[in-house]
């Protein structure tokens, strides 16, 4: 058993709100915000999305762009936290670990755009903003912080497993803190991208219904600042498990094996069995490979008596910055403000399919008897499978 990460704070932000009242009551209630279609080159698809325009400008105007305006709606929100930690372990032994699958497209397409119409770049363009590290970069100037720097891009899972790195990190001695999390936009590439391979939904997406079609793309951030010592925190990391199933390019291997290794894995760090598990936050995209291998993967590990959603009915598919939000759903789910033990409402048209492995949906009002662990999945192109496991620090 390795060592938990300990959540000393953490912050969020999607179409479903940017502080945490409002986004867990809709998470509780199943309020759905605005799908909205919206054209890309001849197409229009449905995304859920931030207006650019609604959100913070970054005061370096470098570094200003519509994906470090979400991590700025987050970031904001941890500024005490960060500070205190960088008077504690200094800012050389703060590191920035975070996921995101596609922050550079943005970059790109805008410079794109200018040279098609004006036959140059825009002046302050430079190749770096379309680079990976653009937002990891952003996140450390921001804070001064001077330790190790990583940004994952395995797709869908990628800020999961930024949590493995960054824990990797931690328990070697190369730092004694660190941001941990994802961001990532509905950009044009993303959007058409899935689209070739008819992967997004015509309608809003409905996971596991038996009338999916696809997913949605949606915005959102979320950033955790994590280390060994326990100190205040509430919440903390206490299993992860990854696998990878090298069987196909962007489809999922059918039988679940690969998801069912990540969540073994996960269960195994965390000394924990099955049954200990009080909730499941599902990958859920929507699409029909997906949903139909990650309920062979639940079920057949804990069959259809551990309650679980998938919120990405409510805030489309985060790409690399699901595996971030979704933890963040988790704490939200554990926080003591839910005294009731209220779980993340599964949103879809309640029309089952009856062709795949059932699996318990939570159902609206839903509560559970027993709410002190919860499991995160996410699974991405390629065979990229992570699990998190989450706990009350009690």
């Not at 079920?299 to 939000?325: E, I, M, Q, Y």
Request: aromatic fraction near 8%.
């Amino acid at each position: 058993m390795s060592a938990p990460l300990y959540i000393h704070d953490f912050a969020l932000c999607s179409a479903l709100g940017s502080d945490k009242k409002t986004i867990w009551q809709a998470l509780k209630n199943g309020t759905r915000p605005a799908f909205v279609q919206k054209k890309f080159r001849e197409k229009e698809r449905y995304v859920v999305e931030i207006p650019q325009s609604s959100l913070p400008q970054v005061k370096d105007a470098y570094y200003d762009n519509h994906v470090n305006r979400l991590s700025e709606v987050v970031l904001s929100q941890m500024e005490t936290s960060v500070c205190e930690a960088v008077k504690e372990f200094g800012a050389d032994r703060i590191g920035v670990f975070i996921g995101s699958s596609d922050n550079g497209s943005e970059a790109s397409l805008a410079g794109l755009d200018s040279f098609q119409k004006t036959g140059s770049y825009p002046k302050k363009y430079e190749l770096k903003m379309q680079q990976a590290d653009f937002a990891a970069e952003y996140i450390a100037k921001r804070f001064g912080l001077t330790g190790p720097i990583f940004t994952h891009s395995s797709a869908c899972a990628s800020s999961a497993s930024a949590f493995a790195s960054a824990r990797n990190w931690l328990e070697a001695g190369f730092c004694d803190a660190a941001i941990v999390g994802g961001v990532d936009i509905a950009t044009e590439t993303v959007v058409l991208g899935f689209d070739s391979l008819e992967a997004v939904s015509l309608s809003p997406t409905i996971p596991f219904s038996k009338n999916r079609t696809g997913l949605t793309i949606g915005d959102g951030a979320a950033y955790f600042l994590v280390s060994k010592k326990p100190g205040q925190a509430k919440f903390k990391v206490v299993g992860i498990g990854e696998s990878a199933d090298a069987d196909h390019v962007t489809a999922p291997r059918a039988d679940g094996e690969g998801a069912v290794q990540a969540i073994d894995k996960a269960l195994k760090d965390a000394e924990l069995s099955a049954a200990d598990i009080d909730y499941i936050n599902l990958h859920g995209t929507g699409t029909k490979l997906n949903d139909a291998m990650e309920s062979v993967a639940v079920n057949r590990v804990f069959g259809n008596d551990t309650p679980a959603s998938s919120t990405k009915g409510l805030t489309g598919h985060t790409l690399g910055a699901a595996g971030a939000l979704e933890a963040a759903f988790c704490c939200l789910t554990l926080s003591d403000e839910n005294t009731e033990h209220v779980l993340p409402m599964h949103v879809f048209d309640g029309e089952r399919d009856p062709s795949i492995p059932e699996i318990r949906l939570v159902k609206n009002g839903e509560t559970a008897k027993r709410l002190n662990i919860c499991m995160s999945n996410s699974f991405g192109f390629g065979g990229c499978n992570v699990s998190l496991i989450l706990s009350r620090n009690v």
